[in-house]
Every structure is written in C-alpha cells, then in structure tokens.
C-alpha cells in the first residue's frame, strides 16, 4: 500500500425529512442560489420543501441542468452569481446537478474557465460555499470533489477535481428516491458497483480495510440493487443503495491502492459522442477491459469471485472467466446492455472514441497505464455484439 493522506469534509445529514436541516446548515445571511436539473423537483414537492426550509434568505432559482451538465448553461449560472451577489450555492439533485455546482463555485474565479477542465481542476485555487440535496444516488458526488462537465461544441466530456469543490453538506434522504424511474435506479446501481470496482479490481497490495470496505459495498449493492426493482417503494433498500452509493467514491476505497479509471474514461467518451447514459457506458466497457486484460488481474478477479459471487469451484481460469461473465449478467439483470450493438454502434464507432481519447491527452490508461490506443480498440472490439 503505498502513503496517503485522506480528508473528506463533507458533513452528511442523512435521514427521512432531514431536508429542515438546511436551515442550520447555511448562514441565516446568506443570499442562495438554488440550482436544479430539469424540473423533477418541482413534480416531486422536493423544490417545496427545500424553499420552506430556507425560510426568509434571499433565495434565486437556476434550473435547466441536465443531465450531463453542459457547460454553456452552467456559464449562464456564472454571469448570474456576479450579477446578484450570490454567496451560497446549493444544488437540489443528483451528479449533473451537484457536479454542474462545483464547477460554477470554482467557474466565478476563473479567467477562462474551460482551462480548469483541460486541466482536471489543477488551476483551481477557490470555490463558492456548496451544500446539496440529494436526489438520486449514483456518482457519489455529494461527498466528493470531483465534477464531470460536457462541452458539445468540442465533443468533450471532461473530469476535475479539486478539494476547493468538497459540499460543505450534503442531505442524503432515502425516500427522495422513490419518485425514480426504474432506469436511474438500475443507472445509480451499476455506476457505484463500477465507482468501487476502478479502486478494487486492479492487484493485490495487501490493503485488507480497502479490500474488504470494497466487498461490503459490492454485496450491498448486489443484494438491494437486485431487490429494488421489485420492491421500488421500500425505503429501507433505498437507504443502503443511497449510503453505498456515497461511500463508493468519497475517497475512502482509495486510500494508497491501485486504481483503474479506464472503463469510466472510455465511457465517457461515449457519452460525449452517442449521448448514452453514464452508467449504461460502464455496462459496456467494464466486461470488455476485463475479458481483454483478465490476466493482469486475475489475483484480484479470483478475489472478488469468490468473496462477492461464490465462485470457489474450477480452475483458475474457470473462476476468472465465471467472475466476469457473472458480473456482465449482472449489469443485463439490472436492465442494462452490454453491447455496442444494442446501440446501432459499430467499429467506425470504436474508431471515434479513441480518437477522442487522444485529442484529449488521456492515454495510456489503467493501473500499469498499458492500456493503449490498440487495447481501447481491443475492449470495445469484445463488446460490439
Ligand atoms: O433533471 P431532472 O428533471 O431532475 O431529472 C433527473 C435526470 O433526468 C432524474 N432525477 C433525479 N432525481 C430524481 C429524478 N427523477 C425522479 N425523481 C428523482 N428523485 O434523474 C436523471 C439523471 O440525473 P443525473 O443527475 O444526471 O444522474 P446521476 O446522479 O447519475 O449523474 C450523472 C452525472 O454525474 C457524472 C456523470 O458523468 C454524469 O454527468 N459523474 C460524476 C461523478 C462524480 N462527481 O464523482 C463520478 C461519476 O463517475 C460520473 O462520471
Ligand atoms: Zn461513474
């Protein structure tokens, strides 16, 4: 294991009705904007609850963040908080909205903001006060400091980070998650399992709290994730998928292991190209790196074969193979497709994503970064039917 250092300073308020907590979380001064996505709060009543609780502060409202924040709308948010004076900036939503935050807190101080994200966040030096409540669970957003922008206009979909961007807050309340469509569901499930599989599934370094942290959070979201498609209004299940969700990318499974970012930034750029779902890009790529590098992680797949799926019986290679092929149906029985194919994509396809991986300086990828553009063709070759 190599030396870390670890510190994380958002505080979470979890808990049904816990949204009244806002009102002794932001300063009684403080003039609020309240940024949202595309108008599922308002059908929920969560835009209500949230206005009740800020009382009489000066709130304005931004909404319009879809998902996949684009970062032309997130600008307009920039020209409003100079224009009003704005110095609190809560965001009422999942990771397009908590992410699109981020980058408008660090955005205002920034002579040209696209650098930030040419450069993962390096030349940022401040950001806005954030807090958030969350609405759907997935990206881990509300405890981390990470953010993911889109620019159409330059086919780009770009991460950063920075510790200026941590949430001061972040309100987790389970039952805000009933009002899901079973697709974001199955979405949050599948991008937390991949969030924890990028830190796990690389190779042994003996880090037994991080192994074992991340088995946890793999069966939990295994279990629920599978019984939440037939029992979408227990809020018990939607609690441990909500708190799994968060603490699969808050920086903890991390701590001084190998990590393996490949399968999110291939699928990332098959977002910013095909516009697919976040999560429904991993389903694709995460089978395709493993059959294509399952030799350079075979100490780890026998691992999580065992330990997550009980597979203890054949030869190593036997285990290996069924750990992936397990893991593929899984992805299926949650509702997502694995396939290229599935999409109408093909090999002119595969050539566009490594194309845009090289414009944007992002190989060699992986945890031994061998992960060229030939083995990117490689994986996605695996997937396209
Ligand atoms: O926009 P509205 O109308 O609110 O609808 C949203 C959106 O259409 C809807 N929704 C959210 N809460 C709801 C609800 N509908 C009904 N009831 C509710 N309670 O769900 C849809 C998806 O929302 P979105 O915020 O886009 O989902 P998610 O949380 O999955 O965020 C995805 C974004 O986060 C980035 C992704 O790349 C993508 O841009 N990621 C951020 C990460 C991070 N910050 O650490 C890491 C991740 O790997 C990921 O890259
Ligand atoms: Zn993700």
Redesign the pocket.
């Known amino acids: 294991m190599n030396n870390f250092e670890f510190v994380n300073p958002t505080k979470i308020i979890y808990g049904e009705h816990q949204v009244a907590k806002l009102d002794e979380n932001i300063p009684e001064s403080a003039k609020v904007l309240l940024l949202?996505?595309?108008?599922?709060?308002?059908?929920?009543g969560?835009l209500d609850e949230v206005k009740k609780a800020l009382g009489d502060r000066t709130v304005i409202e931004f909404g319009g963040?879809?998902?996949?924040?684009e970062y032309e709308v997130l600008m307009q948010a920039v020209e409003l908080i100079k224009k009003e004076k704005i110095d609190f900036l809560l965001a009422v939503?999942?990771?397009?909205?908590?992410?699109g935050t981020?980058f408008i807190a660090a955005a205002v101080y920034q002579d040209d903001p696209w650098d930030m994200l040419l450069q993962s966040g390096a030349t940022i030096e401040k950001a806005m006060p954030i807090g958030s409540v969350?609405?759907?669970?997935?990206?881990?957003?509300e405890m981390?400091c990470?953010?993911?922008?889109?620019r159409h206009e330059k086919n780009a979909?770009l991460?950063f980070?920075s510790p200026h961007v941590f949430p001061k807050f972040s309100v987790l309340d389970p039952s805000?998650?009933?009002?899901?469509?079973e697709k974001?569901t199955a979405?949050?499930v599948v991008?937390a399992f991949?969030?924890v599989l990028e830190q796990y599934l690389t190779y042994p370094v003996n880090a037994k709290i991080q192994d074992r942290f991340s088995e946890g959070l793999l069966l939990t979201l295994k279990e629920e994730g599978l019984k939440v498609k037939s029992n979408d209004k227990d809020v018990a299940i939607r609690g441990n998928l909500m708190l799994a969700s968060t603490f699969a990318?808050n920086g903890i499974l991390g701590m001084g292991v190998p990590q393996d970012w490949s399968t999110?930034d291939i699928?990332?750029q098959l977002?910013a190209l095909y516009d697919i779902?976040?999560?429904q890009t991993?389903s694709i790529v995460l089978p395709g790196l493993w059959k294509v590098l399952k030799e350079q992680k075979s100490e780890k797949l026998l691992q999580y074969g065992e330990r997550v799926w009980d597979i203890t019986s054949g030869s190593i290679e036997e285990r290996v193979d069924k750990a992936v092929e397990v893991t593929e149906k899984f992805f299926q029985e949650m509702g997502l497709k694995t396939k290229l194919k599935d999409y109408s994509l093909n090999d002119e396809s595969i050539e566009e994503v490594v194309g845009l991986l090289e414009k944007y300086d992002l190989l060699p990828l992986g945890e031994k970064k061998n992960i060229n553009a030939d083995t990117v063709r490689k994986i996605l070759k695996t997937q396209l039917e």
């Open positions: 949202y996505g595309g108008g599922s709060i308002k059908h929920t969560t963040i879809q998902a996949n924040p939503g999942g990771g397009s909205v908590i992410d981020k969350l609405t759907i669970s997935a990206t881990g957003s981390n990470i953010g993911v922008i889109t979909k991460g980070s805000k998650l009933l009002t899901l469509p974001q979405n949050g991008d991949v969030h990318l999110h699928g990332h977002t779902d976040h999560a991993l």
